[in-house]
């Protein structure tokens, strides 16, 4: 089994580390552990910020563009720039796979969090979804790493038959 990594946005395994505090138990992804070693991370909180914290979104095109330089994480309310401990989270989100490199299968990452939305983020100026990656995401692709989005129930299941 600890041949077998994959990495889990924290908050999909029901620790209460969303913006909001709230939990996001996916019972499908916690059914992974029979199989392989879940390595869950939280990128906003690995980059320093608080549970609870004001709710932000990526103002620019999307994680990518945050990466390059030419994109920003603000808070949605305040406008207050978080980017630094955005892209903080995500390099640490990826120190911890890299420490496991080799035996990583992929990232189960949260969908539409401007950190680990892995197909939708949402707009910065409405509550309308669009299609882009998070920074943690983009950090993860850039580095060879497989993400796969938490609502990807069939993908989750064909792990649970690809590595069974």
């Keep these: 089994m600890m041949d077998r990594v994959i990495v889990v946005s924290a908050c999909l395994l029901g620790i209460g580390c969303r913006y ?20 869950p991370v939280c990128p906003e909180q690995l980059g320093g910020l ?10 620019g095109d999307d994680g990518f563009a945050v ?29 911890l796979a890299d420490f496991y490199k080799g035996k990583v299968i992929c ?7 401007p950190s680990c939305g892995v197909k939708t983020i949402y707009n910065f100026n409405s509550d309308t979804l669009k299609n882009g990656r998070g920074v943690t995401t983009a950090l993860f692709l850039r ?3 497989r993400v796969v989005s938490s609502e990807e129930l069939e993908e989750i299941e064909k792990l649970k038959k690809e590595f069974g």
């Design 20 to 39: 909001d505090g709230r939990k996001t138990l996916c019972k499908e992804i916690v059914d992974l552990k029979d199989k392989f070693f879940l390595l």
């Design 67 to 95: 990466l390059e330089g030419e994109g920003r994480v603000l808070t949605v309310e305040k406008k207050i720039d978080v980017t630094s401990q955005f892209i903080k989270g995500a390099v640490e989100s990826v120190k």
């Design 50 to 59: 608080p549970t609870p914290r004001p709710p932000a979104k990526i103002y």
């Design 107 to 113: 990232a189960i990452l949260k969908e539409r969090s």
């Design 143 to 145: 580095n060879g790493y």
